[in-house]
């Protein structure tokens, strides 16, 4: 089970931390990616990291802005977001997968969390 949190309204240029809380399972071994879909979009790749956090990867809109990390002892998975911008408004959603090193394709994944939403806009 995948649980976001830490969503909510911003302003533009300001940050947010997202959490994703997993449980039921070994989360040192799943590789962990963010998500978001914007109204009216497709859900997007943002950014993800391996199982041991040793390697990270973002869609090129967010890189210098975003940050993703990990506690594997906390079971956690976050997403450091600055520098928000309108264009980042969109659910944020969790995702884990078993298979894969460093996946970015949606069908790589097979757990996914309820989304968190985030809103930049003065």
């Known amino acids: 089970q995948l649980e976001e949190s830490g969503g909510g309204l911003v302003q533009p240029g300001g940050s947010l931390r997202l959490s994703c809380l997993v449980s039921g399972g070994s989360f040192g071994l799943y590789a962990m990616a963010w998500f978001r879909q914007a109204p009216g979009k497709e859900r997007e790749f943002v950014a993800a990291?391996?199982?041991?956090?040793?390697?990270?990867r973002y869609v090129d809109s967010v890189k210098g802005r975003f940050n993703i990390s990990r506690n594997n002892a906390e079971n956690t998975v976050y997403l450091q977001m600055n520098g928000l911008k309108s264009e980042d408004t969109a659910l944020y959603y969790c995702?884990?997968?078993?298979?894969?090193?460093?996946?970015?394709?949606?069908?790589?994944?097979?757990?996914w969390g309820q989304g968190t939403q985030v809103t930049v806009s003065s």
């Open positions: 990291i391996s199982d041991g956090g040793a390697g990270t």
């Open positions: 995702a884990a997968s078993r298979k894969y090193y460093l996946p970015t394709f949606q069908t790589s994944f097979e757990y």
